[in-house]
């Protein structure tokens, strides 16, 4: 069984998820209430709809459906741990990406009449920092509690959702921004990382 004290630990760094990323989207949404000119494409995957996956998650792993009684041995300890730092750095990310995407955020897909592509920051190793920091999160989450059910419903709901979600904002932003775009696009991965561009964090 899991040990209580690791639970309680897991617990503290959810509650310091949530916290912060609701105060970072009531900031995206104070901010975003200026009368810029925009073109906007409405989504079914927004903001509310991402939080109904996240209370779906929160009450999988409470509820216990899908948990695994794994031995406490070195190995499920260093998984939960895994699961507690990619939660922690999901988060930072996450706030990191909202910082350097600046005035570019929305609920829906919007293209302002003063776009600009951001391609510095966490900008540099995913296109999409805010939502793969978000995917980090719900994985990290699962490894944390043991739960394979969190995991399956993270990489068949909210990863395909994402990806969706992704598509039409990168259409959006290449009908605007055209060749400049889609060679941003072609070097830079999705959602994870390339191991190599970590290293090559000073070329860009």
Do not use: K
Not at 134 to 158: D, K, Q, R
């Amino acid at each position: 069984m899991p040990r209580p004290d690791f639970t309680l630990l897991a617990d503290f760094v959810a509650s310091v998820c949530v916290a912060g990323m609701f105060l970072a989207v009531l900031a995206n949404f104070l901010a975003a209430r200026g009368a810029r000119r925009f073109r906007e494409r409405r989504s079914v995957v927004a903001t509310f709809s991402m939080a109904v996956f996240g209370v779906m998650l929160v009450l999988t792993i409470r509820l216990g459906a899908g948990a695994v009684a794994a031995p406490p041995h070195g190995a499920v300890y260093a998984l939960r741990v895994a699961g507690l730092a990619a939660m922690l750095g999901g988060l930072l990310y996450n706030l990191w990406g909202r910082v350097h995407l600046r005035g570019n955020w929305s609920d829906h897909v919007r293209v302002y009449d003063d776009h600009f592509i951001v391609r510095d920051g966490p900008y540099r190793f995913v296109r999409h920092p805010l939502y793969a920091s978000l995917i980090w999160m719900f994985l990290g989450a699962s490894a944390a509690y043991l739960n394979w059910l969190a995991a399956l419903e993270t990489l068949l709901v909210f990863l395909p959702a994402m990806t969706y979600r992704a598509a039409l904002e990168e259409r959006a932003l290449e009908g605007r921004f055209g060749d400049v775009y889609a060679a941003y696009r072609a070097r830079t991965p999705r959602f994870f990382p390339r191991p190599s561009a970590l290293f090559r964090a000073g070329d860009r």
